[in-house]
Every structure is written in C-alpha cells, then in structure tokens.
Nanobody, 126 residues
C-alpha cells in the first residue's frame, strides 16, 4: 500500500509563489511515476507535472515554465514549486502515484494513476 498526503496550498495574489509538498509513505518503491494534477470546479482533472522513477519530468504545455516538479527520494517527498501564479491556476491540487509503468506520452493522463491524495486548495486572486 502507498499513501500520499499533500500540503502547502493556500491563497496568494497573482504573480506570487507557492510550494506544494506531497509526503509518500508505505511501499513507495511501487510508484513508478508520481505527479501533480489539478481540478477546478466544473472541469476535468488535468495533469500539471510528473516525474518518473528515473527522474524524468513532464509538464503541461500551458504552464509555460512557471512550475517545477522535484522529488526528494530520501524523504519520499514530491514537491511542486509554482511561480508567477495566475488566477486561472486556482484549483484543488492532487498528488498521485502510478504503480505500473506507462509510456511517457501517457504520464499526464490522470487515468494511469491509482493512488491519490485528498488534495490541497490553491487560490490565486487578481
């Protein structure tokens, strides 16, 4: 079993920064891929950034380089550094783990992830 718990959300003004953390516990070696997803009310959950067990990262094109995903293997922690935040970044942010290997082209698809946290809210005001 793998569990993930997010933290670090909050409210910030446009242009500000937030750092989200995801603490993984249990059989964390089973997470071949880990990622951050977000979901705003009335929208589908979308992939933000992912990293695989080898450290390779993937990002949603829409982010335009504003977010950075990193993983601290010693601490079993996944980080999402979010800079130059915009009101459209407002959403619930979720950490996820995929316990099977998938092609790189699918890593931003929520359907391949089978372990999810409860989410942390990010609100960006204009």
């Amino acid at each position: 079993q793998v569990q993930v718990v997010e933290s670090g959300g909050g409210s910030v003004q446009a242009g500000g920064s937030l750092r989200l953390s995801c603490a993984a516990s249990g059989y964390t070696y089973r997470c071949y891929h880990m990622g951050w997803f977000r979901q705003a009310p009335g929208t589908e959950r979308e992939g933000v950034a992912t990293v695989n067990s080898g450290g390779r990262t993937s990002y949603a094109d829409s982010l335009q380089g504003r977010f950075t995903i990193s993983k601290d293997n010693a601490e079993n922690t996944l980080i999402l550094q979010m800079n130059s935040l915009k009101p459209e970044d407002t959403a619930m942010y979720y950490c996820a783990c995929a316990t099977a290997r998938w092609p790189d082209g699918l890593l931003l698809h929520a359907g391949i992830y089978d372990v999810w946290g409860q989410g942390t809210q990010v609100t960006v005001s204009s």
